[in-house]
Structures are given as structure tokens and as C-alpha cells.
């Protein structure tokens, strides 16, 4: 089952850019910091690319396919997370046009844009905890040793999420990494 352990991997990098931006909203909302709009848009691209090309795609097309197959009792679980895929794009949309006014507005879109993002965060993060919980169990006990076969091709086909299939995402990430700030990040 590698495909479990890219997934979790998967998860985590996601997981790790999301606190990053909520502690960024924290910080800016405190007065610590001013928004840095490329680190804004390093961070929207990252949890667009990421979850929206690469993650969810491989969920839907493979393991939430070969799932329903197996265990029809995983049908609302798998509808409503397939769900949260259809609305993460949208809301992935709609962050990067927030970002795209702030850049040219400035100030009074600021908030328009934390408000998405926050919500985004929270949905993404939530999401990422009910696969965990409730949709990895199920697949472990219900997949047999040729469904994982199938499953783990595709999972390893996308490396991992720090560089991505061919290295494309390595960049965007040390950038990420680079920029936030102490405790998330190495920046000042
Ligand atoms: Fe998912
Ligand atoms: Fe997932």
C-alpha cells in the first residue's frame, strides 16, 4: 500500500502550506506583519496546483473509483468528498481572482481575500481530516493486494508533493519555505 503513504505524505505538505497561510492571516490581522502578495501568490498557486491537479484527480479517477466498486457502503462518504474536490477548484478560483484585485487595489481588497482564504483553509484542512479518519480505514479493510496494485501506480506516478511528477513544484516550495516566516518557514 505505498499509495497510502504518498497520500498521507500528500496530506501533510498540504496540510503544512495551509497553517502557514492561517498563520500568516494572523499574523497580518495582529499588525506583526504586512501581506506579502508573492508570497500570497506562491502559496494560492501551491494549494491550487497540488490538491486541484495532482492530489484530487488521482483520488477520483483511481481509488474512489475502484472503492465504490468494492465497498458500496462508501457511496455518501466518497459523494460528499468528491464534492469538496468540485468546490476546493472553485474556491482555488476564486482565491487567485481575491489576489489578483488585492495586487491591483491594494488595501480595501485585502479582506475579501482573507475571508476566502480563511474558509478555504478550514474546508481543505477539514476535508484532509475526514479522508484521514474515515475514508483511509475504509479502503485499507475493503482493497485487495491487485486493487493496491492499480492504486499505487497512479499514487507513484506524482513523486511527492514537494517536487511533483517533474520536479515542478520543487522550486514553488523552497520559495514557500523560504519566505514564511519562524515557526512555519526559514524566512525573517
Ligand atoms: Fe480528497
Ligand atoms: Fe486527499
Known sequence: MKAI????????????????????LDEIGAGRLTPDPELLGYMI??????????????EDEVLFRIL??????????IDKLQADHVEGARH??????????????GGPAFAAFE??????????TRHIRL???????????GLSATDWAEIDA???????????????YRALYSRIVNLVPAPYGLGG
Open 115 to 124: 475571508t476566502l482564504a480563511r474558509g478555504y483553509v478550514d474546508a481543505m
Open 68 to 77: 465504490r466498486e468494492r465497498v458500496p457502503e462508501a457511496a455518501g462518504l
Open 131 to 141: 479522508e484521514e479518519a474515515e475514508l483511509l480505514p475504509l479502503a485499507r479493510k
Open 45 to 58: 498557486e501551491y494549494i491550487t496546483q497540488v490538491p486541484d491537479k495532482l492530489h484530487h484527480p488521482k
Open 5 to 24: 503513504d504518498i497520500i498521507h505524505s500528500e496530506h501533510r505538505a498540504l496540510a503544512a502550506v495551509l497553517q502557514a497561510l492561517r498563520f500568516l
Open 92 to 105: 482555488t478560483g476564486q482565491l487567485e481572482t481575491a489576489l489578483a484585485r488585492y495586487r491591483s487595489e
Open 154 to 168: 497512479a499514487f507513484e506516478a506524482n513523486r511527492d508533493p514537494w517536487s511533483g511528477p517533474t520536479g515542478e
